[in-house]
């Protein structure tokens, strides 16, 4: 199947459902932003320190696979120029329908976070990439792309979940149980019992794929970027694993400025 094409329609059903990385941001929380104090989350409850970002009034940036009238129209509210990248176009639609709401100005593009062709290298200063990398079979694509965009000296910001996360049945827990039952790397679409699968393609369930922190660290730093920092969080779907440690990382990463040595 194709899991990408399912993966965009999924999406664009879970914004009829009024999931929750789907519902746009309130009045209030605009007015947090043009305050200086945005919500801004690149995982579930810890928000961004500002320090990952500064200032971005009058910056180009990019909130890549982050569309849902949340991240972007929060930017858009600081002052940064803003382009929202997604594979979904309902969920694009939730940022227009913010912006329009709140007398924001940002653009909207549909796409796959593998392939930025439509931008010319070195066209942003800043790229926003919440938790959604899992969508996709391969990440690597999307490191090296994030580094073509970036202007030398901008920051990637992204998050995304720790692989322990998927050793474990979570169809079928039995009280405070964990029970190891997928090798990793792991994917929805060869794991899961088919009947599962079956059900989950037609409940418009998106489906997962892990990715090691080899892959996810190890591979922004292949694609050219410096690590800067980074910090763990916790999810909000009640995850037994949650309970022993955190299971969601934030990372910060800046394209280095022309000449500096390596």
Known sequence: ????????????EKVRRHDRWTVGVSSAQIAQAR????PLVLTAKKIVPASWYRNVRGKQV????GGGGQQGPLLAAMGAVVTVFDGSDLQLQQDRQVAAREGLSLATVQGDMRDLSVFAGASFDLIFHPVSNCFVDDIQPVWRECYRVLRPGGALLSGFANPLVYLF?????QADELKVT???????????????????????QPLEYSHSLEEQIAGQLRAGFLLTDLYEDISDDQRQLDRYTPTLIATRAVKPPVGLPL
Do not use: F, S
């Open 169 to 173: 049945d979570t169809l079928t827990p």
């Open 35 to 38: 305050a200086g104090r945005p």
């Open 1 to 12: 199947m194709d899991v990408t094409q399912h993966n965009r329609t999924a999406w664009d």
């Open 182 to 204: 997928y090798p990793l790397p792991y994917a929805d679409i060869r794991h899961l019992p088919a009947d599962v699968l079956e059900k989950w393609v037609q409940d418009a």
């Open 62 to 65: 990019l909130c890549l696979a």
